[in-house]
């Protein structure tokens, strides 16, 4: 497909950009898959109006990358097309092909497969811009993240806590799960204040996969506001989830 008639891109692993469409669809069901000369973008606000994930893939990330110039956008309904595409191995790329009307999905490995959708219509939602202000700022392993959720699983809130800048404490169900610098859990730390903000456990385990992407991410929040979770991917693709804390 050329240019001029819509978009093509190849992504070098079909696991991570699967991995990045359910992500998305536990946030929203339907999306638009803005597709632009010099990135794939996505912004979506779960129906709650709780979260907000956005994801730029930068056109460096792709191995191909052919859109017109104007663009385009491209309407998925996560909710059909994730029940139907197999789970990608490693190795496996990806090829996107779309217009105004269709969609497709080459899955390319050992045995090619080909999936073709049409575009649906998303209604147009006006997502401001954040402003948020944060009082700590904490890059953290992943797989530290990951350990405390599955730790405190089935607490339903998650109270995150930051009384020094030597350490992070999760609370939930009674348990309380440290991260610290000793221990290597926290990487860098950004500190003006102790916070403290408790998060709803099910919209927090909503980003979990990506942690399987990345080695580390990092955490912003001020007391009960917003938390913020930024996945920074290789290839310079970036994942931010925004999360209203717990009313």
Not at 73 to 94: F, I, Q, R, T
Not at 190 to 211: A, H, M, W
């Amino acid at each position: 497909m050329s240019s001029s008639e819509g978009a093509y891109f190849e992504y070098p692993s079909a696991k991570t950009f699967l991995t990045l469409l359910e992500v998305i669809g536990e946030v929203a069901d339907e999306v638009l898959l803005d597709v632009g000369p010099e990135a794939v973008q996505v912004r979506a606000l779960d129906p709650a109006r709780l979260s907000l994930i956005e994801i730029r893939i930068p056109s460096s990330a792709f191995t191909q990358y052919d859109v017109r110039p104007q663009g385009l956008k491209v309407g998925l309904n996560l909710s059909s097309l994730l029940k139907v595409l197999p789970k990608p191995k490693k190795g496996e790329v990806l090829k996107f092909s779309a217009d105004e009307s269709f969609y497709s999905l080459l899955i390319e490995g050992v045995a090619p497969k080909l999936f073709r959708f049409r575009s649906i219509e998303v209604p147009v939602e006006e997502i401001p811009e954040l402003s948020l202000e944060f009082k700590v700022r904490a890059r953290i392993l992943s797989k530290a993240f990951k350990q405390a959720l599955t730790d405190l699983k089935g607490s339903g809130a998650i109270e995150i806590e930051v009384p020094v800048a030597d350490y992070i404490l999760f609370k939930g169900g009674g348990s309380t799960v440290k991260m610290s610098r000793v221990s290597g859990s926290i990487i860098d730390i950004e500190f003006e204040e102790s916070v403290r903000s408790v998060y709803e456990e099910s919209y927090l385990v909503k980003v979990l996969p990506l942690s399987t992407l990345t080695d580390s991410l990092t955490l912003e929040l001020s007391s009960s506001s917003p938390l913020r979770i930024t996945f920074e991917i290789p290839g310079d693709v970036v994942v931010r989830y925004t999360l209203a804390p717990q009313a």
